[in-house]
């Protein structure tokens, strides 16, 4: 993705005002960037036509690391509490994709079939279409029959969309099913089954977080389809963040003194499709990472994301890794936001957050 700024123009053809580059994962920056920096849930509407799912074109990084996780590690990505049942909720996204994205994703109610990719999966077994773009085919059906045939409608999926997803209960207030390959600092495989509460317990400052549990899930698995917004920055470069698949030392070495080179812009776009009938929703997980120097260029957003990290807790910085770089960071940022004059942010893609809703915070 470029990262220079694009132009609009006028009726007469002039250069308009420059403003930021969108995220590709749908990321609203002006939405989800505030000071102060509260840790709260921040949910907005989504508006008729709004779309939830981003195809991943074959071949592109995101497919690549989810590719690599499925054959090498799909037991810590694919994971469900015993006894439940995802047939209903898993139809509903099934079938949310395919009208949102037909020519990227079929679903008959039994078959899926993924056209650009040459893979079709059918009660379990998994059927070669062609080689699919760039030649695909042959490796993806390969990893997928490496999988126990009740996660490979699971697995197809994953590598056709950017989006990870978790089946969320409104009754019980847990997530007894996931199928996570690019996690966000944390293990899918000690978050299934667990409450809404226990998920969100190691949290830093999580007490609005905690407090609106039982509204949130209320809402979500309501008839009504949300989003909110996650970020953060961190060391680590690659989309999938496992724990297992850390370095434990964060900022190591000379970090410190050597941002943003080794710094990173960790995004979320994170959707509800509702499932009401069953009192569940489906929800999605988008995440970007881009190199901090070029995502945050935009002297505006310099700004904003200065504030909001300066107005973070202490407790915050320790939780997000992000102590021992305190200072370097907003010292970076601080110049940044002085390059250049201030370009006017782009609007809103989406909804305006919902009255009474806090703006969106960075939580796991």
Not at 4 to 18: L, V, Y
Not at 47 to 61: I, K, M, Y
Not at 79 to 88: E, H, K, L, Y
Not at 113 to 139: K, M, S
Request: proline share 10%; charged share 20%; with cysteine.
């Amino acid at each position: 993705m470029s990262v220079e700024h694009t132009q609009d123009r006028t009726p007469g053809g002039d250069p308009g005002p420059a403003v930021p580059p969108a995220f590709p994962n749908g990321f609203d920056f002006e939405a989800a960037v505030g000071a102060p920096f509260r840790m709260q849930p921040g949910l907005r509407r989504l508006p008729a036509g709004a779309t939830q799912l981003t195809p991943l074109e074959p071949g592109s990084r995101a497919q690549r690391e989810k590719l690599a996780v499925l054959c090498a590690f799909w037991r810590q990505a694919f994971v469900q509490t015993p006894g439940f049942d995802p047939a209903p909720a898993w139809a509903a996204v099934a079938a949310h994709a395919a009208a949102e994205h037909p020519e990227h994703w079929q679903w008959d109610g039994a078959r899926a079939t993924a056209p650009r990719l040459g893979v079709a999966v059918a009660d379990g077994a998994v059927l070669d279409l062609g080689r699919g773009v760039f030649g695909l085919g042959d490796e993806i059906g390969r990893c997928l029959r490496g999988l126990p045939r009740r996660w490979r409608l699971a697995g197809l999926f994953a590598l056709t969309f950017l989006e990870d997803l978790a089946i969320v209960d409104g009754a019980s207030g847990t997530a007894p099913w996931m199928a996570v390959a690019l996690p966000s600092h944390w293990a899918p495989e000690d978050k299934v089954g667990r409450h809404f509460s226990a998920i969100h317990g190691p949290v830093a400052d999580n007490r609005l977080l905690l407090d609106a549990g039982p509204a949130l899930m209320r809402m979500v698995c309501g008839g009504q389809r949300w989003e909110r917004f996650v970020w953060t920055v961190t060391d680590h470069p690659r989309l999938h963040a496992h724990p297992l698949r850390l370095d434990p030392q964060r900022w190591p070495g000379g970090a410190a003194t050597e941002l943003p080179g080794q710094a990173w812009w960790r995004t979320e776009r994170q959707t509800f499709v509702p499932v009401p009938a069953a009192g569940q929703a489906v929800f999605t997980i988008a995440v970007d990472v881009q190199a901090l120097a070029r995502a945050i260029t935009d002297p505006g957003r310099a700004q904003a994301l200065h504030e909001a990290v300066e107005t973070m807790s202490a407790d915050v910085l320790a939780y997000r890794g992000l102590a021992p770089v305190r200072s370097v960071l907003l010292d970076w940022l601080k110049r940044q936001a002085k390059s250049g004059p201030h370009q006017p942010t782009a609007p809103a893609s989406r909804a305006a957050p919902t009255r009474g809703m806090a703006p969106p915070a960075t939580e796991p």
